[in-house]
């Protein structure tokens, strides 16, 4: 066998391996899915809610222990990690949602009276990250197996242990060969959207998600692709400093920076620009980093080197090219790196524009409101967003941010029932929400004539 290892970040550690899985053999294991597919299909979206939420009773039962290996393998404080696994042993409301969203509808317009099905495409490719192991998978394997599709996840590289774990604790009820798993990188991801899928849908970085497009365009598959972001945060006069200060240490270097929605960008304005640095470098040294089974570590390491040196890279040379670093910046080690806060950042370092995806807050003046729209605007991502304000203004500028989620005075995530949505190259696509979940299913709609 060919193993795959899983690495601690923080240590080097090796946490466990798993068998890398042969690229030659998925086509087979896509035929066996279209097959287990047909009894699962013909299930009714009660029967198979029911078996899930027998899954999700095996995922509440081992949360303590899968989350321990998840900060292990992935590097986030304990207390996030089994909340992470939690968050998705408790999918009762999000199974009655789906069961909603996916029921057949009746549209009578007096003459026609037609109905809607949400059928199964078929078998769907689950493509995911790292950064948040247990969630993605689930954000993107429970609402294909509840439209009645057939599911074969490819979890990263980096953290196969969470996502076998994952597997594992739904293969407890799921009939066989409903819900398979594929080991490996890029050459298993690339083989699986290659093999005979119906539907692809992917979390992940904006690169590959270009590259995953035109792979699936070739036979027109449908594709779901939530990719990177580039987030600003805006903060206008009469923003409440102390709370703003505080979010923006918490998201631009909660799971160290590395989440699609962190805080990559603060645009403050002239007058409040010196007091808001102060606090956030305030807030920022309130922060403990260490090993995420450490008590009351709140921030851990890269996930590897190549992303350690990725970010290091920006900062240097944001530094060099004369962004002032007022904490952080350097005394790093290992794959950790010291929560980094550049004041005087500009659009021509690289820091300002690619996903840094690390713990770096960059902040950056700006004269009034329409200029620091234009420079939120600058970019081509347009995942999530922040402003800090008066209510009725910062609502002036939220509405101008040409991004997917804007939170005002708070973070972006909507309330329950709404999507998880990027605008622009941060995706075609949606997570969660009934919209969402009718990502899964292909609508067939059955006209007759309408009962007069
Ligand atoms: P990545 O794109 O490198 O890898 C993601 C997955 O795709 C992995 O399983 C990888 O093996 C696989 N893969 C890579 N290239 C592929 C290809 N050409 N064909 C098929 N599969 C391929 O991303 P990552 O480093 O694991 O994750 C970080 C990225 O994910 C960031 O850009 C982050 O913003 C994004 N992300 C987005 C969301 C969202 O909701 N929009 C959520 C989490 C993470």
Redesign the pocket.
Known sequence: MSALVSYDPATGEVVGQVEITDPNSIPAMVARAREAGEGWAAMSLTERRDLLLEAGKVIAANAEAIGEQLCREMGKPLREAIGEVRSCAHMADELDEMCEALAPEVIDDGRSRSTLYRDPFGVVAA??????PFS?PHWMVLPSLMAGNAVIL?????TPLTAQAYVDALNATLPEGVLQIVHG??VQ??AL?NADVDLVA???????GI??LTAAGQDLKRVIL????KDPMVVLPGADLPRAASFAARNSFRNAGQV?VSTERIYVHQELYEPFLDALVAETAKLRQGHGLDEGVEIGPMINARQRDWVLRQIDEAVAAGARVLAGGEGHEGNFIRPTVLADVTHEMGIAVD?T?GPVACVTPVADDAEALRMANDTPYG?GASVWGETERAEKVARGIRAGMIGINRSCGGAAGTP?V?ARQ??YGF?SSKEGHRQFAQVRVLTTVADR
């Open positions: 493509i995911t990250p790292w950064n948040f993605m490819k979890p990263s590289e980096e990188a890029d991801g690339k959207v992917f979390t992940g970085s904006r690169a590959a590259h995953i939530e990719l990177g972001g699609c996903e995806f995942l998880w990027g941060s995706g997570h």
